[in-house]
């Protein structure tokens, strides 16, 4: 895995993402290094969502193109594990944590075979970078909310990704969850992956990652946080909900309402 | 002293004596494959919350029997038919979320009895075979019938125990299926036909009216006792068997429709575990809303 990575990066091209027929991602061009942090930010609504679920087939891509590695997407879908905002399980199903983390390995098997010794290396190996190794034999419905994020998040661990998607994995979360969510993203660069995080922490996105991709239903802005939070750009993204106070641009924006999910268009 | 032992051998001649005639054994052979036939399909049917549809595909079979009866061929193969065409089409209205899975469920389920209600109407006799299907009689079981039985039950027990993970990856999170390559709708429709060649299968011992029951109670019961999966799977089979065995014990010695006591066996055991596993259940809730917040 890691000789591949050396050129492991992510290029978008004119892409354009629909939900049933209606664009709602339009004409966005960036790239990103491999290796890279990647905050994705802008307003309720923007398709920061969108863009996710499209880097993993989830949406159409339908015009331009998006390439990892240089290749054209669906070529090597189990490079790319993604951990939606909140995910959608039936909480009572009869699955144990290792289970859960166990099924980020389904894609690396044939249709037939059984998960072997590496995948269950992979899965706890994931367990144990999210500081949950102990809860292995527990049924996931026994887990608080962050720990249940962060046997998602050890289940991506799990996939092995060269790119790594997570939706707003700060939005709600308990403060042991947020620091073993960053504390993944410091040894994941050490790594090589490509980490694309969406968030609503403008502060976090301007400290943590080196750079950012800031989104309204089009691309405003991708680069560094110095270039990319610019007044201009916040003002285009975030409109009217932008308070200047001297040097500073104040914007009120948090988790969508109910943490419903608005942001991914009813979907 | 002669008193257990005699009781002992009183219970074993009591055992012992239905198996003394032939449709008895073929009866008790049948009704086993399909309780844990039933109990194994139908702990996807509990966690995908598909009861209904058990009970629809179940109803909609009635079209393929009238079929097969007018042409006088073997039920279980227009029932087959039928089933699957039920089930296959529930794939496809539902295909995308563009109606949901309940109402699909509810048209074709009605326009399928419909259609083989109108269609039994034309005909002048349609004696006993037909109250058969609607409440089984697992008595007049044949040796070709239990073949039958046999062959189609292992391929659907075979399927599941072999796609295990696919099932198991589509019923807990489809996005993650979807992300990682699975074929999630040809594999749903798979799912849907071997629910229907279980369906169809459990005719003979059940009747239309009654495979629901054997299609969710046994994988109900098994749900409320654990948190995995393959032993769910294992207990719900050990729950149908018994069941299968039990009802057709009760049925022989108190002289009652054979499908309806093994449906009573298998809800007494479901109250019985639902009796004792609520304190559990009570426990683990309120230990994670404690974690919670």
């Not at chain 1, 909140?86 to 199903?93: G, P």
């Not at chain 2, 109990?39 to 009238?66: E, K, N, Q, T």
């Not at chain 2, 071997?194 to 003979?204: N, R």
């Not at chain 2, 050990?238 to 429709?257: F, Q, R, T």
């Amino acid at each position: 895995m890691p000789g591949d990575l050396a050129n492991a990066r992510l290029e978008l091209e004119d892409v354009t993402v629909s939900y049933n027929g209606a664009p709602v991602l339009e004409n966005v061009t960036f790239h990103v290094h491999h290796g890279a942090r990647v905050a994705v930010v802008g307003p309720n609504g923007a398709g920061k969502s969108s863009l996710f679920k499209a880097l993993v087939g989830l949406l159409p891509v339908s015009r331009g193109r998006i390439l990892i590695h240089g290749q054209t997407l669906g070529r090597h879908r189990d490079l790319v594990a993604y951990v939606p905002q909140r995910e959608e399980v039936d909480l009572h199903f009869p699955v144990t944590v290792f289970d859960v983390v166990l099924m980020g390995r389904f894609g690396r098997r044939g249709w037939l075979k059984a998960p072997g010794v590496t995948d269950r290396k992979a899965a706890l190996r994931g367990l144990e970078r999210m500081g949950i190794a102990g809860l292995a034999d527990t049924p996931l419905g026994e887990l608080s909310g962050g720990q249940q994020q962060r046997a998602f998040l050890a289940r991506a661990l799990a996939q092995e990704p060269h790119l790594l998607l997570l939706d707003e994995p700060f939005t709600g979360v308990d403060a042991p969850t947020q620091e073993a969510t960053l504390g993944m993203l410091d040894l994941l660069r050490d790594e090589g992956v490509t980490v694309l995080v969406s968030t609503h922490d403008l502060n976090m996105a301007a400290s943590r990652f080196e750079q950012v991709v800031l989104l309204n239903r089009r691309l405003v802005a991708s680069g560094s946080p110095v270039h990319v939070f610019s007044p201009e750009n916040i003002r285009e993204a975030f409109g009217p909900r932008v308070l200047f106070l001297g040097g500073a641009a104040v914007v009120d924006e948090c988790c969508p309402p109910g943490g419903a999910g608005k942001e991914g268009e009813g979907c | 002293m002669t008193q257990p032992i005699h009781a002992l051998g009183e219970s074993l001649r009591w055992l012992a004596e239905p198996l003394a005639f032939d449709f008895m054994q073929r009866g008790l052979a049948a009704s086993v494959m399909v309780g844990v036939l039933c109990a194994l399909v139908g702990c996807y049917v509990v966690l995908r919350s598909m009861a209904f549809l058990g009970d629809a595909l179940a109803h909609a079979i009635l079209p393929g029997v009238a079929v097969s009866y007018l042409l006088k061929g073997n039920l279980i193969f227009g029932a087959l038919g039928a089933a699957v065409a039920v089930a296959l089409g529930i794939g496809l209205f539902s295909r995308r979320g563009r109606i949901r899975e309940d109402t699909a469920i509810g048209i074709l389920f009605a326009a399928a009895l419909a259609l083989g209600v109108a269609m039994i109407s034309t005909m002048k006799t349609y004696a006993v075979d037909l109250t058969h299907i609607l409440f089984g009689n697992v008595l007049g079981v044949s040796r070709e019938d239990l073949w039958l039985t046999a062959a189609l039950g292992l391929v659907v027990v075979c399927t599941v125990l072999l796609l295990y993970k696919q099932f198991l990856l589509i019923s807990f999170d489809p996005v993650l299926a979807k992300t990682l390559g699975l074929r999630v709708e040809l594999l749903r429709n798979l799912l849907l036909v071997l629910i229907a060649v279980t369906v169809v299968v459990s005719l003979q011992s059940v009747g239309v009216g009654l495979v629901a029951a054997m299609l969710v109670t046994p994988a109900a019961t098994a749900h409320l006792l654990t948190r995995r999966l393959p032993v769910m799977m294992a207990l719900a089979a050990g729950i149908g068997a018994v069941s299968s065995v039990a009802g057709l014990y009760l049925s022989y010695s108190i002289d009652i429709a054979s499908g309806a006591a093994v449906v009573l066996v298998s809800t007494l055991i479901f109250v019985i575990a639902f009796a004792f596993a609520p304190r559990r259940k009570l426990f683990e809730k309120r230990r994670g809303a404690g974690h919670r917040r």
